[in-house]
């Protein structure tokens, strides 16, 4: 796999706790990094997926009205 390398500043106490997590794990901080950043860019294009979805759902015309969801909310608390 090519790699290209990035570089970016961030916080010191960040920086910090990444060299404790590299040490804990005894893994590099490049690896810590790495799994970090694909965790979010994974995170990220699940939610643009959720989002188009929702978006989707709305032009078709499959939404809930607000006032059943009201209504729904308030009868979690009554008693059955």
Do not use: F
């Not at 040490?23 to 810590?32: S, V």
């Not at 979805?53 to 909310?73: C, F, N």
Request: avoid cysteine.
């Amino acid at each position: 796999m090519d790699t290209r390398v990035v570089t970016a500043h961030i916080p010191i106490e960040l920086a910090e706790q990444i060299d404790e997590l590299a040490a804990r794990l005894d893994r590099p901080k490049g690896w810590i990094i790495k799994q970090a950043l694909t965790s979010l860019v994974e995170l990220e294009a699940k939610r643009q997926q959720l989002t188009l979805e929702g978006l989707a759902d709305v032009d078709t015309g499959r939404i809930v009205d607000h006032t059943s969801i009201k209504d729904w909310a308030k009868s979690i608390d009554k008693p059955v």
